[in-house]
């Protein structure tokens, strides 16, 4: 009979525990034995919900406190040397100062994984890399887990993709060199656990969904065959794409088994199956760990028939990869319109499909009455989906049906639009901005919270928002800076908020994911076409506008970050959807332009995040994404000027479509990096102005006013000045005021020193021109 499993758990806890614990340790306000209390009852809480679930295996070792690979790093003791911490006994605080930075270092580089929202720490390897006995952590996990008796799957990453996903640093020429010391370990981590009685290994390499140059495929089968002998049985899984192309390579390897994600590549199900060895394991996961809708078990369970057919008890019925990327818990969700919660699974509610799908591939169970019940529950769900009144809507269709080139063109070109927009602002060289937000302070959310709950009147409300707003205005003018913001402390979160107010949107209550380390997201659940029923930030912006001389940024989130921050409808293409709401922003834009806003910042950070996994498939993505973030917004005049940000991805292969956005200013996070990524703009030669980072504000340190110019001057060897603005990394809701308060002051002060000297040097020059011309002439 087949057996159920998962890949992988929410690390949250159901109400955030993990993150609310560990933002306390942080501060001081929780001791580590207290913090380790808290992670232990979130991993007994999942290892419960699995064992009642019915799954055959309980995976463990998918809980981490801020990140999977700054974890696996730990255990193999590879954290960066640069934080100087002790491998053997590396400590929480070592842990997290990697992770956030610390005065004398600043933090580890931060990236997307793969196409999700989620980032991930990036591995820094140098010829001084030097791999070790780590932390005990990940064993006390499985030690915990087999004290209960259950049968346990602990969870690797594997070490290809560990090493794939680092960077090479201090003169490094080749990470593969450095993978025959990583192995030692691995192959100590993998020979611990057998001996601790485990009997499989999940051991994730989800590079294998990637377009792997030929040193980096050729590497697998001599790893495994070096691990495998020294390990409990090891399932590898793969997830995020199709790995068909590599079948003849997975079918040889000396694995126990294969995972293979039949939601985004359902074909290489049958594709493996067909070829599949006799004794080896196949996992297929059919259950969305991805997405927030139910699955259609009808539909999965007949994909599944032919493989149970053919494999018998070698078929493991899995989540297409960890259920991590979706919320905990639905039975939470007391307010969800009722309608729609009809629809959805979370994590919870999917380690029941897993386990009743398979369970109802042996034709017994399959005749229980409580599973026949099941099924016909959800077809009956899935049909009131499909024939929803509330899933269409004929305006929009007729709009979208509307649309023409020309809707997605600025009426002049850069050159033309930058004359234009210069004669208006009259900014100095060098313009200083911030990107958006300003700090979620305790008194910010509580009046948030109170308006929710009736507890603050709308009219003490819209004033105590309207206070925040002349609070961020005059800090801003007081530092300097030259274009304002309005400090959006309205905004629960950039895409949580325009969800709220545009029709074919529904909010979770307690909906939560991980982003990073700590920083949870709320994704909104797009179930129908999107619609503007009427301006969603304009009253704010014009507000701040009305109190100061100096331009103010409208601030909106741009149509593909919408489109991939969201839990997206599953029944029509995802660029039909990401145009729908380019045409409902499109209407905000020219709403703010009307209102007085003649410099609007439209937010694509996700823009890279969406790109497919594989080359074949890039180009028609970024033409629709390109499209959709034109659509909404081109229909301004040239004095207007477009913004957009983008963060925390590589950029390096999508430049020329960044620069087809054709947004006057980009702003970017590059101080991660050290500037790293302007290289590439430079290469490429960027035509319009951008603002790279200049201070990391996920780190609480506050850069010094030498340390700015450094990087200010770093940019400007590679972004002429006329072209260059300085801006922190990204917005600041997650830092306090005096941090903000210093680090904008010293931002501030640096742009102008550099302007002093740059107008010095301008000045020498000319003087040095006139002093040719006159010996010339004399």
Not at 256 to 262: E, F, K, Y
């Amino acid at each position: 009979m087949a057996q159920a499993h998962v890949l992988g758990l929410p690390r949250i806890g159901a109400q955030r525990e993990l993150k609310f614990a560990v933002e306390a340790f942080w501060r001081g306000e929780m001791d580590v034995a207290a913090l380790q209390d808290v992670g232990r009852r979130i991993r007994a809480a999942n290892r419960r919900a699995q064992r009642d679930a019915g799954l055959d295996w309980i995976v463990v070792g998918d809980f981490h406190w801020y990140d999977q690979v700054l974890s696996t790093l730990a255990l193999v003791g590879a954290l960066p040397a640069r934080f100087d911490a002790s491998p053997s006994a590396l400590t929480l605080s070592d842990y997290f100062a990697a992770a956030r930075g610390t005065a004398a270092q600043g933090a580890m580089e931060m990236t997307k994984w793969f196409d999700t929202n989620y980032h991930y720490l990036v591995p820094e390897y140098s010829p001084q890399t030097r791999f070790g006995n780590g932390t005990d952590w990940f064993f006390e996990e499985v030690t915990e887990a087999l004290a209960e008796g259950d049968n346990v799957k602990p969870v690797l990453l594997g070490p290809l993709s560990l090493l794939y996903l680092g960077k090479e640093k201090g003169g490094l020429a080749d990470r593969l060199a450095l993978l025959p010391d990583l192995l030692a370990q691995y192959e100590r981590v993998l020979a611990r656990l057998k001996s601790l009685g485990v009997q499989w290994v999940q051991i994730d390499e989800p590079i294998l969904a990637l377009d792997l140059p030929a040193n980096w495929c050729e590497a697998f089968a001599p790893v495994y065959a070096r691990l495998a002998p020294v390990a409990p049985s090891l399932l590898l899984a793969t997830y995020f794409g199709d790995v068909t192309d590599h079948l003849s390579l997975l079918t040889a390897l000396p694995v126990s088994g294969i995972h293979l994600d039949g939601v985004r590549a359902p074909r290489q199900l049958e594709a493996f199956a067909r070829q599949w060895p006799c004794d080896k394991v196949l996992s297929a996961g059919v259950v969305d760990a991805r997405n927030v809708w139910r699955c259609d078990l009808a539909r999965a369970r007949d994909m599944l028939a032919p493989l149970a057919e053919a494999l018998g008890e070698r078929l493991w019925v899995a989540s297409s990869g960890s259920l991590m990327h979706c919320p905990v818990d639905l039975s939470s969700e007391a307010r969800l319109d009722k309608e729609v919660r009809n629809w959805l699974a979370f994590a919870m509610q999917k380690l029941d499909e897993v386990a009743l799908l398979c369970r109802s591939l042996d034709p017994a169970e399959f005749a229980r009455a409580d599973v026949r019940a099941a099924y016909l529950a959800d077809a009956a769900a899935q049909a009131a989906r499909r024939t929803s009144p509330r899933i269409h809507n004929t305006m929009v269709q007729r709009r979208l049906a509307a649309l023409t080139e020309a809707d997605a063109r600025r009426r002049s070109d850069y050159p033309a639009r930058a004359v234009a927009q210069r004669a208006w602002l009259e900014l100095p060289v060098l313009p200083t901005t911030t990107i958006g937000s300003f700090p979620q302070t305790a008194s910010i959310r509580a009046a948030r919270a109170d308006f929710r709950r009736c507890a603050l009147s709308h009219l003490d409300y819209l004033e105590t928002m309207r206070e925040q707003i002349r609070l961020a205005i005059e800090k801003q003018e007081a530092c300097g800076l030259d274009v304002l913001v309005h400090g959006e402390a309205e905004r629960n979160d950039m895409v949580e908020y325009f969800g709220e107010q545009l029709w074919g949107f529904v909010i979770t209550e307690h909906g939560w994911v991980q982003s990073y380390g700590s920083r949870c997201v709320k994704p909104p659940v797009i179930y129908g076409d999107v619609y503007l029923p009427e301006p969603m930030t304009v009253a704010w912006s014009a507000y701040a506008q009305q109190l100061t001389d100096k331009p103010v940024k409208g601030m909106l989130t741009g149509p593909v970050t919408m489109l991939q921050w969201s839990f997206v409808r599953d029944d029509q293409p995802r660029e039909i959807t990401a145009l729908q709401i380019a045409l409902a922003l499109r209407e905000e834009v020219a709403a703010l332009e009307k209102a007085g806003v003649r410099v609007i910042q439209i937010d694509e950070p996700a823009l890279r995040e969406g790109l497919p996994l594989r080359e074949r498939d890039r180009a028609e993505y970024l033409e629709w994404a390109v499209r959709a973030f034109r659509v909404c917004s081109c229909g301004v005049a040239d004095e207007t000027q477009i913004h957009t940000h983008m963060c925390y991805s590589e950029f390096h292969d999508i430049l020329p479509s960044i620069a087809a956005l054709d947004a006057d200013v980009i702003s970017i996070e590059t101080t991660r990096s050290d500037m790293e990524l302007l290289d590439a703009f430079e290469a490429f030669d960027y035509p319009n102005e951008i603002g790279p980072g200049v201070y990391d504000i996920h780190a609480p340190r506050v850069p010094s006013q030498a340390e700015i110019e450094r990087l200010i001057e770093a940019a400007l060897a590679r972004i002429p000045a006329e072209r260059l603005w300085v801006n922190p990394d990204c917005g600041l809701k997650t830092r306090d005021w005096a941090q903000v308060d210093a680090a904008l002051a010293n931002m501030v002060a640096a742009a102008k020193a550099v302007r002093a000297r740059l107008a010095s040097a301008r000045i020498q020059a000319e003087m040095q021109t006139r002093l040719c011309a006159q010996v010339q002439a004399a």
